[in-house]
C-alpha cells in the first residue's frame, strides 16, 4: 500500500513562492516515477510537473515552465514542487501522484490527499 502525503499549502498573494513536499511510502521510492498535478474549483484535474525516478528528466505543463521546478530526494522519500511568481490562477488543491514506472511513460496510480493553494491578487 502506497501513501502519499502533500503538505506546504497555504495562502499566499499574486507574486509569492510556495514550495511543495509529498512524503511517500509503502514502495520503494526511487523505483517510480512522481508527479503533481492540481485541480481548481469547478475544473477538470491537470497535469502539472513529473520527474522520473532518478530525477533525470522532468516534465511540465505549459502553465508551469519556467516558474515551477520540480525535484526530488529518493534518500528522504520526498518530492517536491518549487512554485514562484504565483498567479490567482495557481488556485487549486495540488495532489501528488506515484508513477507506474521509473520513466515518464507510464500512468500514475496512487495519489494523495492534495494540499490546497491559495493565491490572492
Known amino acids: 500500500q502506497v501513501q502519499l502525503v502533500e503538505s506546504g499549502g497555504g495562502l499566499v498573494q499574486a507574486g509569492a513562492s510556495l514550495r511543495l513536499a509529498c512524503a511517500a511510502s509503502g514502495r520503494t521510492f526511487s523505483g517510480h516515477a512522481m508527479g503533481w498535478f492540481r485541480q481548481a474549483p469547478g475544473k477538470d484535474r491537470e497535469f502539472v510537473a513529473a520527474i522520473s525516478c532518478a530525477g533525470l528528466s522532468t516534465r511540465y505543463a505549459d502553465s508551469a515552465k519556467a516558474r515551477f521546478t520540480i525535484s526530488r530526494d529518493n534518500a528522504k522519500n520526498t518530492m517536491y514542487l518549487q512554485m514562484n511568481s504565483l498567479k490567482p490562477d495557481d488556485t487549486a488543491v495540488y495532489y501528488c501522484?506515484?508513477?507506474?514506472?521509473?520513466?515518464?511513460?507510464?500512468?500514475?496510480?496512487?495519489w494523495g490527499q492534495g494540499t490546497q493553494v491559495t493565491v490572492s491578487s
Open positions: 501522484a506515484q508513477g507506474t514506472y521509473c520513466s515518464l511513460s507510464g500512468d500514475f496510480n496512487w
